[in-house]
T-cell receptor, first 113, second 114 residues
């Protein structure tokens, strides 16, 4: 079946602009995670959604970062007033409630000029 | 807080040689342990995982790993390297108390020489 999809695959933006990154999880997966992969920091957890529960936002690096998940499916990660240090690959993963394995999408490569 | 240490950011082996990628973790409770592989410009693909039960786990592409609680280690091995194994490998841990979110090591880039 279809895996996790993310769009866009690449995004170039200017410093100070807002960007939206989209994640479509595997159908039926109730849990969704966002991670960031950067040269300096490696792979870091950002935010976690599980069903209708309040999201775990403990990994968001600043209040410029936010995310939502509509209808328990598609998720959007928004970065406001982008900075050069936001340049990274943003990865989305999904899983079922009882499944320990997270299935990753191909990522969105963000470059802030 | 959990942490994962991967010894060696870059490992180079000859085709046909043993692959050994090291991973040590620190966790207050027995964690779940994972190895993921990332090929250039792609997402992460699960190689294998340990949750409970047998401590020697086998994964895809001939890889295996052994969970050693006393050593807090989860090293990844493959008896004979293939050119197609060249990629970056990440060890990760998670536990129930952290919503299963993954804490990753810094990664090890594996190069396979002909």
């Amino acid at each position: 079946g279809a895996g996790v999809s993310q769009s866009p695959s690449n995004k170039v933006t200017e410093k100070g602009k807002d960007v939206e990154l989209r994640c479509d999880p595997i159908s039926g997966h109730t849990a969704l995670y966002w991670y960031r992969q950067s040269l300096g920091q490696g792979l870091e957890f950002l935010i976690y959604f599980q069903g209708n529960s309040a999201p775990d936002k403990s990994g968001l690096p600043s209040d410029r970062f936010s995310a939502e998940r509509t209808g328990g499916s598609v998720s959007t990660l928004t970065i406001q007033r982008t900075q050069q240090e936001d340049s990274a690959v943003y990865l989305c993963a999904s899983t079922t409630e009882r499944e320990e394995t997270q299935y990753f999408g191909p990522g969105t490569r963000l470059l802030v000029l | 807080a959990q942490s994962v240490t991967q010894l060696g950011s870059h490992v180079s082996v000859s085709e046909g040689a043993l692959v050994l990628l090291r991973c040590n973790y620190s966790s207050s409770v027995p964690p779940y342990l994972f190895w993921y592989v990332q090929y250039p410009n792609q997402g992460l693909q699960l190689l294998l995982k340990y949750t409970t039960g047998a401590t020697l786990v086998k994964g895809i592409n001939g890889f295996e790993a052994e969970f050693k609680k006393s050593e807090t280690s989860f090293h990844l091995t493959k008896p004979s390297a293939h050119m197609s194994d060249a990629a970056e490998y990440f060890c990760a841990v998670s536990d129930v108390g952290s919503n299963y979110k993954l804490t990753f090591g810094k990664g090890t880039l594996l190069t396979v020489n002909p």
